[in-house]
């Protein structure tokens, strides 16, 4: 049994060890993905808030709208940086006569626009974020990276039971022997340390890309239809929707709207009753309104929902690490570089395992021919 489960654990590690390198380094990357944004492209991110505060949501939409109608786009999505002050907020657009999703950031405290509409993978964050998710494969790319996470858990439980011995030792570097006893102590240490961590994070994961997957497959694929124009009424306005919500559900504050970016779509308004849990996503309930009208529609209340989908939300801050500050960021990035660490060490405890096999002694017609 044990020698089956360390071929198991030796040969996945091999398979998925460099997919997991990439994925565990672009999400420590990710963890700090706002402040490398604000070092690279600063005047595309930053804000300095202002005494007056926020704009209203009218008010902001309305400064979009004029700095977008040049261009020909129609806001479909605004992602509202509450938290954030120090911020630009998030906007999406679509280009009239197309179904390309496009990103821009806005000046919450100004209405100015910062960064004109661009391929979502244009920005570092973006790149980082479709590089982790997909491989840049699309569909293809998340059944790899979901399978790469399966591994993961699977190498977190069989070298947890292979090496679990170790725990009596396990801050125990043999330093001044062989390389490969060292390395096979660090891997070891690694490994048995973050165990708990890769669980976490593997599972979140491939429950996300599987998910999504499978309810492409289940739905059939849905082909986009191209943005014929404005799809909702001049006269609505969203701090009504805002406000209409926060009475349906006391205490609910919307930190993203989505527009009606397909004919017979409405506006979403995703968020949470404030203040949440530490554990509680930011998007978790939702209020709904027609996209002419903004008449109700439907709310749908977390915290009137099942275990499991109130366990669902909880996987955002647990995966993200946005739950406790900066400790929790810094442990959440050092845990996401395990896997790579472990990816290298593994390979070069394999590596020097392989060298070590004694070759077969040549047999006497082989001697006899002088080879």
Known sequence: MRKRLWQLHSWLGLLAGLGLLVIGLTGSLLMFREEIEAVVHPGLVRVEPTA???????????????????????????????????????????????????????NPHSGQLLATPRAPNATLHGWLLDLHYTFFADHAGMLITGAFAVALC???????????????????????????????????????????????????GAYWNFSHVLGEWVAGEHEQAKLPGRLYADTLSLDALCADAAQRLPGFRANY????????????????????????????????????????????????????????????????????????????????????ALAISGFVIWRQRREKIPTPARSREEVAAGR
């Not at 125990?172 to 102590?185: E, H, K, N, P, V």
Request: aromatic share 16%.
């Open 154 to 204: 699977l190498l977190g439980v069989t070298g947890v039971w292979l090496y679990r011995e170790f725990w009596r030792h396990l801050f125990t570097l043999r330093w001044g022997r062989s390389a490969r006893i060292f390395f096979s102590d660090l891997h070891k240490m690694i490994g048995i340390s973050s165990a708990a961590f890769n669980l976490l994070l593997g599972f979140t």
């Open 52 to 106: 007056a505060g926020r704009l209203s949501a009218d008010a902001l939409l309305a400064h979009a709208e004029r700095q977008l109608a040049g261009n020909g786009y129609e806001v479909t999505g605004w992602l509202y940086q509450y938290e954030k002050p120090h911020l630009a907020d998030i906007l999406y657009a679509i280009k009239h006569g197309t179904n390309e999703w496009r990103v821009a950031t806005i």
């Open 257 to 340: 709207v989505s527009f009606p970016w397909e004919p017979g779509g409405g506006f979403t308004l995703w968020g949470a009753v404030e203040p949440r849990g530490v554990l509680r996503g930011p998007y978790g309930s939702t209020v709904a309104y027609d996209a002419q009208k903004g008449t109700f529609q439907s709310l749908h209340d977390l915290r009137t929902a099942g275990w499991w989908q109130q366990g669902v939300d909880a996987f955002t801050p647990l995966h993200f690490g946005t739950f406790g500050g900066l400790p929790v960021k810094l442990l959440w990035c050092l845990g996401g570089l395990a896997p790579g």
